[in-house]
């Protein structure tokens, strides 16, 4: 059982993918992170002597630390930022626990920004749809929450992004695009490698509604239709990003524990 300044993997895993989840520190010393160069979703590496610096960035937030197997590197690590008055717990059995529990981790093998504490920067074409803004949905959610995204037009995203040392996203030729009758979504769920049975609910969906494919989920004629709305209520793409986040979230919570409920109208439910 976790003691008071300890959280379960349970609890945490929980919390993935939703917007109450805390943020996540890796303070696992290199030889431990090279070993497994795989991150808990959402996670930042920092080094656990430097703890301190990282103090500003987190105050009013809840922080979850861990090392290797939960013991001294994060128990100090989360006593130095208790001390700073910062709500910090320890996640009980650290990263061996997270990984034994058969839990996703997140590969860093094609993302190198994601082994430091600097925010990832991604680039695609404007005027986002389904699949520009449904990769943004899970990278905050399940990779980085800090990352940013540039919304440019389609002629620039390449030279954009070797200029500004962006990561290319959903346009033709690049790695992290569609595959075959997969879209970008399923590519990143399978380059993270953090599937989970929500998340590949949820990526049927957006992928019968960004190749016009409605018949092979229920929901994705609703997905479209709600898109396009979205669209035409926002003419900046940020702030339409930021306006779906709440679409996703919901269609994830729904993914993840009320596929099974439905719900009729019965005005007299409840009376004697």
Known sequence: MASFNEISVQKLSKLIGTPDCPVIIDVRIDDDFDDDPQLVPTAFRHPFHDIASVGDRLCNRSVIIYC???????????????????????????????????????????????????????????????????????????????????????????????????IPFDVEGVFWSHRDEYCTFDTMLEEFGIKNDALEIIARIIRGADTDNLNSAPQAAGLLAVSLGLSRMHRDDLVQVDSAMVVYDALYRWARDATDEGHDWNATAGKA
């Open 68 to 166: 290797q197997k939960g013991l001294k590197i994060s128990q100090g690590a989360a006593a130095l930022l208790r001390n700073m008055k910062i709500d910090a717990q320890v996640l009980e059995g650290g990263q061996f626990a997270w990984r034994d529990a058969g839990l996703p981790m997140v590969s860093t093998k094609n993302i190198p920004a994601l082994k430091s504490n600097q925010p990832t920067v991604w680039v695609t074409r404007h005027r986002p749809k389904i699949d520009r803004v449904a990769c943004p949905w899970l990278i905050r959610r399940f990779v980085d929450p800090d990352a940013q995204f540039l919304f440019v037009a389609p002629s620039q995203v390449e030279n954009v992004a070797e200029r500004f040392g962006a």
